[in-house]
C-alpha cells in the first residue's frame, strides 16, 4: 500500500481529546489501610505537602478493646500548569487495633463495595452525563516493618479486597530496617502473597517495539520494588545547606525524597505520574465489571443499590398483568359457580 501523503487532518484528534480531558478535570480515589504507629498520616502528609489530620482524636484503651474501624474521606483540589484534579483520600483509623480485630476489614471492603454500587447506580440512572467516579481506584495496604511477612488479619483483609481494588503494599517506617532486613522482608512479603494468592496490582507490560529502553528498566525497578518501602516526615530539615523533608536521628537524617533512603518519591509517581490513568482503567475494566457482572447475576436482588434496567422493568410489568388476570378470572369461576347454585335453589 503506496502512503497518502496529502495531509487530511486526523492526526489532531489526541489534541481534542486532551483538551476536553484537561477542560473536565481528573478524579482519583485512594484509600490507606493498616494499623496505627506505621506512619500512614505522615506519608499522606509528605505525598501531597499537606496537612489532613489536624483534628484528629486518638482512641483511648478502653475503645480498642473492640473492634472500632472508621472511615474519614479528606477530598483536595489540585491545579497544576492548567490540569486540575480531585484527590480523595480514605482513611480507616481504628484498623487492627483492638485486642479483638476478628472481621475488623468489613468495614473497609463494604466502604469499596459501597461506592462500587453507587457509581453502578448512577450508570444505570437516566442522567449518565455527569457521574462522579467515587471508586476507590488504588488501596495502600501497610505492612508493619517489625514483623516476619504477613500477619494473619494482613492477609485476611487482602483476601477480601484484592478482587475489588487494586492493591499497593507498603512498608512502612522502613528507615528502622538495614538494607539487609528490608531486602528479606520484602522478598518474605511477596512469598506470603504468593502463597495465599493475593493479587496486588500489576503494573502494565511494556510493549517490545514502541517503548524505549529506559522506560522499560523503569518499569521493571517498579515491579521488583513491591512492596514500596517508604518513609513519612512533617519536617524540614537542613542537609548540606538544602531544606528537605526528612528525619532527624542522633547518627544521621533519612532524607524521604532520597531514593537511597525511601522510596516515598517513587510511590508518588505512580500514584499521580505515571500510572494514574492505568490504575482508573485497572479499577473500570477489571474490578467494576467484575462486580457488576455479579450483582446483575444475583437471582434475589432487591435492587437497593442497583435500579432496574428497562427490560426488567417491562418483566416486572408482565408478571404483575399475569398475577392480576389471574385473581380476576378466579373472581369470575367464582361469582360464576355463586349465580349457578343461586339459580339451583330457585
Known sequence: MTENKEYVGFSALPGQVHRKTVKKGFEFTLMVVGESGLGKSTLINSLFLTDLYKDRKVPTAEERIEPTVSLEDHTMDFEEK??????TIIDTPGFADSVNNTNCWDTVVKCVEDRLGKYLHD???LNRRHINDSRVHCCLYFISPFGRGLRPVDV????ALHDRVNILPVIGKADCLTYTELRALKQQVRDDLERHSIRTYEFPDCDSEEEDEEYKIENQKLKESVPFAVVGSNMVVEVNGRKVRGRLYPWGIVEVENMLHS??????SVLVQTHTQDLKDSTAEHH???FRSQRLQMPNTKNGDIPPTTDEMIQQKEQELKKMQALLSNMQEKLN???VEDELQL
Do not use: D, I, P
Not at 485476611?156 to 483476601?159: M, R, Y
Open 156 to 159: 485476611a483483609c487482602l483476601t
Open 263 to 268: 522510596e516515598s518519591a517513587t510511590l508518588r
Open 288 to 290: 467494576y465489571e467484575a
Open 123 to 125: 450508570e444505570s440512572g
Open 82 to 87: 492548567g490540569v486540575r484534579m480531585r484527590l
Open 337 to 339: 359457580k355463586q349465580h
